[in-house]
C-alpha cells in the first residue's frame, strides 16, 4: 500500500510541471519517499525535486508538514552528486545521490534516512 502511495504522489508531482518549467530547466527528477530509522521516522513523507542544468544540482525537498528546504551540489561524470543541506535548528542532512537519463536515487541521512527513487519528468 505504501509504494502504490509513494507511487501514486510521484506521479502527481510530475503532472505538476508547466510546459514553462520545462522550457527553462535540461533535467527535471521528483519522487516520494517515507523515512527508516529511530522514533517516528517511518511515518515520514519527503518529496523531493531536482533541476540539472548541465552538471549543477538544485534541489528542493520538504517533509510533510514542514518547511521546504533546498540543496546544491555538482555531478560529476556517473552523474553521482553529494552535498549537505541545512534543516531545521540549524542541523543538516547529507545528501548523495545519483542521476541518470531515465531517473535517479537520491539519499537523505540525518534525523531520519530518506532513500528516493527519482522519475524523471517528461519534457
Do not use: W
Amino acid at each position: 500500500m505504501r509504494n502504490l502511495i509513494t507511487l501514486s504522489v510521484a506521479v502527481a508531482l510530475s503532472a505538476a510541471a508547466s510546459p514553462a518549467q520545462a522550457e527553462t530547466h535540461i533535467s527535471d527528477y521528483a519522487g516520494v519517499s517515507y523515512g527508516t530509522g529511530p522514533g517516528n521516522c517511518s511515518s515520514y513523507l519527503m518529496f523531493v525535486e531536482i533541476t540539472v542544468s548541465g552538471n549543477d544540482v538544485r534541489g528542493v525537498f520538504q517533509q510533510t508538514d514542514r518547511t521546504k528546504r533546498h540543496f546544491k551540489a555538482t555531478r560529476d561524470a556517473s552523474g553521482a552528486f553529494k552535498t549537505q543541506a541545512v534543516v531545521g535548528g540549524g542541523g543538516r542532512m547529507n545528501v548523495s545521490g545519483t542521476l541518470r537519463p531515465d531517473g535517479g536515487d537520491v539519499l537523505f541521512e540525518g534525523y531520519c534516512r530518506f532513500e528516493t527513487r527519482l522519475a524523471k519528468r517528461q519534457e
